[in-house]
């Protein structure tokens, strides 16, 4: 009997674990990240919105838009070319999944252009910021337009006619360029009928006027139209039958075989100069381009119709992002602030940790005190050793300078340096060069795991102990983008903390088998389990008919047996709210199944990054903050650091401003349904922005 009953159970959670493998239960992950660009572009249009910051949203969702095609469509492309049918938890094949990016990114592009001409354009005429086109110029304008042109523009341009002598020419990853269709015949006699031009990189792309010769109190024009303008004095003797723009998107995406390797930066240094050069995977021209030159250029690049992007504009749409800064209109921007630094981080920073631990809410909160607790370890006589790990720092990163100086002043300096955080491989090379000539013990993490963990210790000499202070993040040690992010970094010199940290360290520069922390959960070793377990033990409560709620703040949900867990949690009623910034995998309000999951992203002003997660656990409940998304590759395959909030302050303050606040958000949210699709909301009582009311609570 016994052995009958357990079996029939095995065979119904079998037949759960089926249902959960349904393909309709989850939404595609590259169409996910599409959809979140979509959100990014809808930002521009927002009537409330300051009109340059829909001009940058424009841009970056074009940004976004080139780095998506660089790398996830050339990944999908490089599948289906190996013949690949291999299809993630939604059963759609690469080919598949490449079809509807087709459709879903022609349609993107179409309204870029349609949002820049007919609501942007127009509105920066009325604030007298103009783009004057070739047949707006008077005799003036058009007389320093083509002195820039033989000053500026022709001593560097490099035409090359297309024969047998003269190849067409490797065109660098979104770099401006012409094909230009000729008549006649060249001093040599050749009549190739076809040329290439390549707009120099070393000049801006949109030009200001000079104000004596501006009918507006901001003209610019683009450099694509000066070359438009001139181009038949690159070709004497011949006449130009049309010129047309064109730029290419290649794979960017850098492969390194770390197995076959003995050193990863010099390896990395090899690859990177390749990464321009990459497979094609989309062509931009004008709308106006024959299809001829199309088809010519088609052909060359080895593209299908497909891969085709005909636009109404310039075709580097993203290089507009300089415009903000070359106007003087603050009344076009956002506010400026000041992050707010309280008076007690102005102080020593050892003695205020020791006090208690600090928590800071970036951008709303200074970014300072995390560059002085690098600073005054370096200078303090008492610090004996610093170890950070750098994922994305930027060039001129204050906090690499203090690592050098404390290295330079013969402190123990480790620094864990990840050489393959995508686009900032070249960056990171160079600063671990800079580090290492300073003094610093440099490593680079642990073969096939990305380090993506945010941490730094401090080991300071007080009395007869040796004391750790340890700063953990949800974002990089950025002093830029920590004015753009959200994000939380907590400062302590809890004993247990910074243990953990000590022995993370130890796994990413040394040998040996991983070691169990006391508070703190790892990825790749802790952090997937320690997170199933807990939503597993918030399924449990509720299946006892207790109250069981759970909130995450992400900006990805993808890993499938996370999401698996959550539709289970969510049948045994388990109330989960789910704020997930770009990629959401799992189908909430799905009947029977996902009905208690709600989800929804937050898009607004700043970039939404801060990873923080909430267990009400019987109402012992539970804040923790990671450098980690859930995500199958943050989860399983790389280095990360989930760390608790256990002061009672810090974490009713999460709790409000950083989880409840985001969910009272009916200004700047958008909702997924059981389709996957989102719908913004729109406040029908009082307006609520998380970013706006914290503005206002956090800064001066």
């Known amino acids: 009997m016994t052995t009958n009953s357990t079996s029939s159970t095995k065979i119904e959670d079998n037949n759960k674990e089926f249902e959960f493998c349904r393909p309709e239960l989850y939404i595609n992950r590259e169409l996910s990240l599409l959809a979140f660009h979509r959100r ?208 290419v998107t290649r794979n960017s995406d850098l492969f390194v075989d770390e197995e076959e390797i003995d050193d990863l930066l010099r390896a990395l240094e090899g690859e990177l100069p390749g990464r321009r050069y990459g497979d094609t995977v989309r062509l931009e021209v004008p709308d106006n381009c024959p299809d001829k030159m199309i088809n010519f250029l088609l052909k060359h690049f080895q593209l299908t119709k497909q891969d085709l992007y005909q636009v109404n504009g310039p075709v580097n749409l993203n290089r507009l992002l300089t415009l903000p800064d070359l106007v003087n209109r603050p009344d076009l921007k956002f506010p400026s602030f000041t992050p707010s630094l309280p008076t007690h981080l102005k102080r020593n920073l050892f003695t205020t940790i020791r006090e208690g631990d600090i928590l800071l809410h970036h951008p709303f909160q200074s970014f300072t005190p995390v560059v002085d607790f690098v600073r005054q370890a370096a200078a303090d006589s008492q610090v004996l050793a610093i170890k950070q790990t750098l994922y994305r720092t930027g060039a001129n990163s204050v906090l690499v300078d203090a690592l050098v100086d404390a290295a330079r002043s013969n402190k123990e300096v480790t620094v864990v340096v990840e050489l393959r955080a995508r686009f900032d491989e070249e960056a990171n090379i160079e600063l671990a060069n800079r580090l290492q000539e300073a003094g610093a013990h440099v490593v680079y993490g642990v073969v096939g ?79 997937h389990t320690g997170l199933i377990e807990r939503i597993e033990r918030e399924t449990e409560i509720a299946r006892q008919g207790k109250p069981a709620y759970i909130i995450v703040k992400i900006n990805a949900l993808t890993e499938c047996q996370i999401i698996r867990t959550l539709y289970k949690a969510s049948m045994a009623g388990v109330k989960i709210d789910l704020i997930v910034r770009g990629i959401c995998c799992l189908k909430p309000g799905i009947p029977g199944i996902s009905e208690n999951i709600h989800v929804r992203s937050v898009v607004g002003r700043f970039l939404e990054h801060t990873r923080t997660f909430y267990f009400l656990n019987e109402g012992k409940e539970e804040v923790f903050c990671a450098s980690a998304d859930w995500m199958t590759r943050n989860l399983l395959k790389r280095v990360e650091a989930c760390y608790p909030i256990e002061d009672v302050a810090h974490k009713k303050r999460i709790i409000e401003q950083g989880l409840k606040l985001y969910l009272d958000d009916n200004t700047q949210a958008w909702i997924l349904d059981s389709e996957g699709h989102y719908t913004r909301l729109k406040a029908t009582t009082q307006p609520i922005s998380a970013q706006q009311t914290l503005l206002q609570l956090l800064t001066v």
């Not at 076809?194 to 024009?221: C, G, N, W, Y």
């Not at 945010?454 to 993040?473: A, F, N, P, S, T």
């Not at 992010?485 to 010199?493: E, Q, S, V």
């Open 40 to 247: 990014v572009l809808a930002q521009a249009k927002d009537e409330d919105m300051p009109l340059l910051e829909c001009l940058r949203f424009l841009c970056i969702a074009c940004t976004n838009l080139d780095e998506f095609f660089e790398v996830r469509v050339a990944g999908l492309k490089e599948q289906a070319a190996f013949g690949s049918v291999q299809a993630g938890a939604d059963n759609l094949s690469p080919l598949e999944v490449l079809n509807h990016i087709s459709i879903d990114a022609h349609e993107f592009i179409e309204e870029q252009y349609q949002l820049l001409n007919d609501k942007i354009f127009p509105a920066l005429e009325q604030e007298g910021i103009c783009f004057l086109k070739r047949d707006q110029w008077n005799q003036a304008q058009g007389k320093w337009v083509k002195d820039y042109f033989d000053n500026e523009l022709l001593p560097i341009l490099s035409p090359i006619g297309l024969d047998i002598a003269h190849p067409f020419p490797r065109i660098l990853n979104k770099s401006l360029n012409f094909i230009v269709s000729l008549k006649g015949k060249d001093a040599f006699g050749r009549d190739s009928g076809m040329a290439v031009v390549q707009a120099p990189r070393s000049l801006p792309r949109i030009i200001p006027l000079p104000a004596e010769l501006s009918e507006h109190p901001h003209d610019f024009i683009f450099l694509s139209s000066i070359l438009h303008a001139y181009v038949e004095y690159l070709f004497p003797g011949m006449k130009v039958t049309g010129c047309y723009q064109f730029r």
């Open 449 to 527: 795991y990305k380090t993506h963990a945010k941490m730094i210790m401090v080991v300071r000499r007080e009395g007869k102990k040796l004391q750790r202070y340890v700063h953990l993040g949800t974002g990089n040690y950025h002093d830029r983008t920590a004015r753009i992010y959200t994000d939380y970094g907590l400062l302590t010199c809890n004993r247990e903390i910074g243990e953990d940290v000590h022995k993370m360290f130890m796994q990413l520069t040394s040998l040996g088998r991983s070691t169990k922390l006391k508070k703190m959960l790892q990825s790749p070793f802790s952090l």
